[in-house]
C-alpha cells in the first residue's frame, strides 16, 4: 500500500520496528552513525508529540540484549511517549524468551519507560490475541516479531510470504511485522499487514534504503508511509569489495598452485616456489609461516 492520504484526519497508532539501537557505528558507515540514529529517535518522538497517539514498535528495539548505561540514558531521553513493543531475538539473551527478564528493554519495562505487550515475541507463533493491550485500539491487531516479506529478502530465508500469513490468520484486521528490515505493506481482503522495517540503515545492502514509519488509520484500516530524514552518500560498500578482492586473490592463488607447481612436491616447498617468482612482501611471508606453524 502506497502513501494514503487521509483528509487531515489524526492517526491511530504510529508503527516501526528493528531500530537495532547502539554504541558502535556499523562498518558500512562513513559519517556519523550515533547522530543519526538519534535524530531519527527524536523524529519518531516529534510525530507522537504532533499526534499524540500510541507508538507500536515490532521488536529488535537494541542490537543487543545488554545496553550499555549511555544507551539505556539516551532511549529514556529520547523515547517517545506510550511507546509499545516486543522482544526480537536482538533483545534477548541467547535469544531465549526465558532470559527476557536480563534484557535492557525489560529494564525499561519495570522503569514505567516502554511496555511490553502480550503479543507474539520472537520464536512463538500467533495464539488467539484480540488487541494489543489495553488503552490501544480495539480491532483484531496482531504485532509479531518474524521474518515476513513478498519476496525472499535472502536466499534460504525463513518465515513466510506476507499474503499467506494474511489468509492463515485472518482472525486479525491488522497484522504489524518486524525482523525483516525492508518496509513494505500489503493487503488481503480488506485486512493489512505492515513490516515498517529498520530505522536506520545499518548494512551495505540498504545503501538505496529510506527508512520510514507508517501512520496507521484504524476507522479506514490503511496507512500514510512517513519518511525519516537521512544523510547522503553515508554508506559504503568498500569494505565488501575488499574482501571480494582478497578472496579472489586467494582463489587465484590456490588455483595456481593447483596448476602451477608439481603435485609431488609439499606445500612448504609449493609455497616456496610461489615466493620466488612472485614479489612478496617479507611481512606477508610471515604472517603465512605463522600459520602454516
Known amino acids: ?11 491511530s497508532l504510529i508503527i516501526t520496528s528493528d531500530w537495532h539501537l547502539r554504541e558502535d557505528t556499523p562498518v558500512c558507515w562513513t559519517g556519523d552513525f550515533d547522530e543519526e540514529q538519534w535524530n531519527s529517535v527524536l523524529f519518531v518522538k516529534r510525530l507522537q508529540e504532533q499526534y499524540s497517539c500510541p507508538v507500536v514498535h515490532a521488536g529488535d528495539l537494541y542490537h543487543h540484549w545488554k545496553p550499555s548505561p549511555y544507551l539505556l540514558t ?9 511507546f509499545y513493543t516486543i522482544y526480537g531475538q536482538h533483545c534477548l539473551p541467547q535469544h531465549n524468551l526465558d532470559l527476557a527478564i536480563k534484557s535492557g528493554v ?72 518486524g525482523d525483516n528490515h525492508q518496509s513494505f505493506s500489503t493487503t488481503y481482503q480488506d485486512r493489512l499487514l505492515v513490516n515498517p522495517g529498520s530505522l536506520t540503515r545499518q548494512t551495505a545492502d ?18 500514510e508511509w512517513v519518511n525519516i530524514p537521512v544523510a547522503k552518500g553515508v554508506i559504503s560498500r568498500e569494505h565488501i569489495d575488499k574482501v571480494e578482492e582478497r578472496d579472489g586473490r586467494i582463489e587465484a592463488f590456490i588455483s595456481r598452485l593447483d596448476k602451477e607447481y608439481e603435485v609431488g612436491m609439499s606445500f ?19 604472517i603465512i609461516y605463522k600459520a602454516i606453524e
Not at 503479543?119 to 480495539?138: K, M, N, W
Not at 527508512?211 to 490503511?222: C, D, G, I, K, S
Not at 610461489?274 to 614479489?279: C, P, Y
Open 1 to 11: 500500500m502506497q502513501r494514503t492520504r487521509q483528509n487531515n484526519k489524526h492517526p
Open 74 to 82: 539516551r532511549t529514556i531521553k529520547y523515547l517517545p511517549k506510550r
Open 106 to 177: 525489560n529494564t525499561l519495562a519495570e522503569a514505567g519507560v516502554l511496555e511490553v505487550m502480550g503479543q507474539v515475541h520472537y520464536g512463538q507463533e500467533p495464539a488467539d490475541i484480540s488487541s494489543i493491550c489495553a488503552g490501544l485500539p480495539t480491532q483484531r491487531i496482531l504485532v509479531w516479531h518474524h521474518m515476513t516479506y513478498i519476496t525472499p529478502p535472502f536466499p534460504g530465508a525463513t518465515g513466510g510470504n506476507a499474503t499467506n500469513i494474511l489468509k492463515k490468520y485472518s482472525q486479525f484486521d491488522l497484522i504489524i511485522t
Open 206 to 223: 540498504q545503501i538505496d534504503f529510506q527508512p520510514r514509519v507508517a501512520l496507521w488509520y484504524a476507522e479506514t484500516n490503511t496507512i
Open 268 to 286: 612448504e616447498q609449493n609455497l616456496e616456489e610461489f615466493f620466488a617468482k612472485n614479489d612478496v612482501r617479507d611481512s606477508v611471508k610471515q
